[in-house]
C-alpha cells in the first residue's frame, strides 16, 4: 500500500480566507481524490485530481471554491476558499493503489479544519 | 446514484463479546471496503470485498453481491476496536468513486 501524508494536519482560519492542503504519496499513483466529512457525518467526494488536466468535481463542488492541483503523479492540493463555518470538516486525500490491479482506495490522515 | 445503508447505526458492547455490522447497497459494485475511523479521524482499510469471504485475525466479512449485502464481523471486541466503520462501494460504471454508507458507531467497554 502507498504511504500519503497531507499537511497540515489541523488548522483554525477566519472565514473569508483559504487554506491550502497538501497530500504527498511516496509512490506515482494514477487516480487521487479529494472527500470531506462534516461534523458527524460521512465521507463525501468532492472531486477527482487529474494529473495534467483540471480536476473533475462532483455534483454541488465548484473549482471557484475548490481548486485543485495535481501537478505530478505524487502530490496533489486542494484548496478551500473564501472559508465560512459551513466548511469546518475533515479534508482526505486518497488514491487507488493499483495492487496487483485491485481498486482498493487508501486515505490519507486527514486535515482537520475549524473556522471561526 | 448508489445508495448504501449501514445497520446498527450505534453499537455498544462490553469487551470480550462479538458483532455483526451489515451494509446493504441498491446496485451491483465493483468495489466495495470496509474502514474503521479511529477516535483520532484516520481511516483504517480493513477488507477490500467486491465478492466472498475475507478473515484477518479477529475480524472476518462477507460480501453477497448477488444480493447487494456485505456483513462485517468482529469477535472478542477489545476497546481499541471502538470508533465508526463504514462500508464504501462503487458502482460498475465508476469503480474509483466510492460511496460511503452512513457508519456504525461502536463503542467497547472493559
Known amino acids: 500500500s502507498a504511504v500519503i501524508s497531507q499537511k497540515p494536519s489541523r488548522d483554525i482560519c477566519q472565514r473569508g480566507t483559504s487554506l491550502t492542503i497538501q497530500c504527498q504519496v511516496d509512490s506515482q499513483v494514477t487516480m487521487m481524490f479529494w472527500y470531506r466529512q462534516q461534523p458527524g457525518q460521512s465521507l463525501t467526494l468532492i472531486a477527482t485530481?487529474?494529473?495534467?488536466?483540471?480536476?473533475?468535481?462532483e455534483s454541488g463542488f465548484v473549482i471557484d471554491k475548490f481548486p485543485i492541483s495535481r501537478p505530478n503523479l505524487t502530490f496533489s492540493t486542494l484548496t478551500v476558499s473564501n472559508m465560512s463555518p459551513e466548511d469546518s470538516s475533515i479534508y482526505l486525500c486518497?488514491?487507488?493503489?493499483?495492487?496487483?490491479?485491485?481498486?482498493?482506495?487508501?486515505f490519507g490522515p486527514g486535515t482537520r479544519l475549524t473556522v471561526t | 446514484g448508489i445508495q448504501v445503508e449501514q445497520s446498527p447505526p450505534d453499537l455498544i458492547l462490553q469487551e470480550g463479546a462479538n458483532s455483526t455490522l451489515r451494509c446493504n447497497f441498491s446496485?451491483?459494485?465493483?468495489?466495495l471496503q470496509w474502514f474503521h475511523q479511529n477516535p483520532w479521524g484516520q481511516l483504517i482499510n480493513l477488507f477490500y470485498i467486491p465478492s466472498g469471504t475475507k478473515q484477518n485475525g479477529r475480524l472476518s466479512a462477507t460480501t453477497v453481491a448477488t444480493e447487494r449485502y456485505s456483513l462485517l464481523y468482529i469477535s472478542s471486541s477489545q476497546t481499541t476496536d471502538s470508533g465508526v466503520y463504514f462500508c464504501a462501494v462503487a458502482d460498475i460504471y465508476n469503480t474509483d468513486k466510492l460511496i460511503f454508507g452512513t457508519g456504525t458507531r461502536l463503542q467497547v467497554f472493559p
Open positions: 485530481a487529474n494529473q495534467g488536466s483540471e480536476a473533475t468535481y
Open positions: 446496485d451491483s459494485v465493483n468495489n
Open positions: 486518497s488514491v487507488v493503489g493499483l495492487a496487483g490491479g485491485s481498486y482498493e482506495q487508501y
